[in-house]
């Protein structure tokens, strides 16, 4: 009876211990290995220093850029997971969601840090109306929630510029004329987007007048100095969808 037990266990520890069970292994292995985008690179690049470094310099490492004992990701790595959200999302397609009353369609999107955080921002952009309006999407990956939030539906008229030195998007929500016109600077603060200010200029007098629009005062301002707001501005590199 005890041998007849043995050779039982034996025969089923064979089938669940062979190649069924490495096959099964290996396979899944594969499959997380792919899901997670090839997560291991992360142990080799990062947890092996660590594992090898003493406990002061590994402290040390956590804090830096921002890691803290609590787990909290650095810059580096929250640009890394940001990059890989925004690429989920274009894929996905998810971005529709926020279209749907567009009067044209998403055509291209945009890579950009516009607060020079180190953690980039996502533009949607949509294709021109045939009038020069257009709709753009910016979303901004929150570090609290490490989630994609959608920071604003920007309807603006012609394309939306940089300003490197005012850490702004620039663009006009007006249609400009030989009578008025201007672009406002707008800047992120986290998931929220501010009209930091706007210079634009006014003939209706018949006289052209250049000005600067702050803290809710306007400030007149010469051409040169108009000039030199516009001067520094970069177009904002867009890949097709």
């Known amino acids: 009876m005890y041998k007849q037990i043995c050779d039982a266990v034996e025969s089923v520890q064979g089938v669940v211990w062979g190649w069924g069970m490495i096959v099964l292994l290996l396979g899944t292995h594969l499959f997380l290995t792919i899901r997670t985008g090839f997560i291991q690179r992360k142990t080799i690049t990062k947890g092996i220093p660590l594992s090898v470094a003493k406990e002061d310099e590994a402290d040390g490492e956590d804090a830096k850029d921002g890691q803290g004992a609590d787990g909290s990701k650095n810059a580096e790595e929250q640009a890394e997971a940001a990059e890989d959200a925004y690429s989920d999302m274009l894929d996905s397609g998810d971005y529709s969601a926020y279209t749907s009353e567009w009067m044209a369609q998403a055509e291209s999107y945009s890579i950009l840090d516009i607060d020079q955080d180190k953690i980039p921002e996502l533009m949607v952009h949509s294709a021109n109306d045939g009038f020069g309006w257009s709709n753009t999407l910016l979303f901004a990956y929150d570090r609290d ?20 030195k005012h850490k702004a998007i620039v663009y006009s929500d007006v249609r400009s004329t030989q009578m008025y016109g201007g672009q406002g600077f707008f ?6 987007l501010t009209a930091a200010f706007s210079v634009g200029w006014d003939n209706t007098s018949g006289v052209e007048n250049y000005f600067i629009y702050e803290n ?4 007149e301002i010469s051409e040169s100095e108009s000039d030199a707001y516009y001067s520094e501005l970069t177009e904002i590199e867009r890949t097709e969808l």
């Open 145 to 164: 929630s490490q989630e994609i939030k959608l920071v604003e539906d920007i309807y603006h008229y012609a394309d939306i510029r940089y300003s490197d």
């Open 187 to 192: 800047t992120l603060d986290g998931t929220t």
């Open 216 to 219: 809710g005062s306007q400030k």
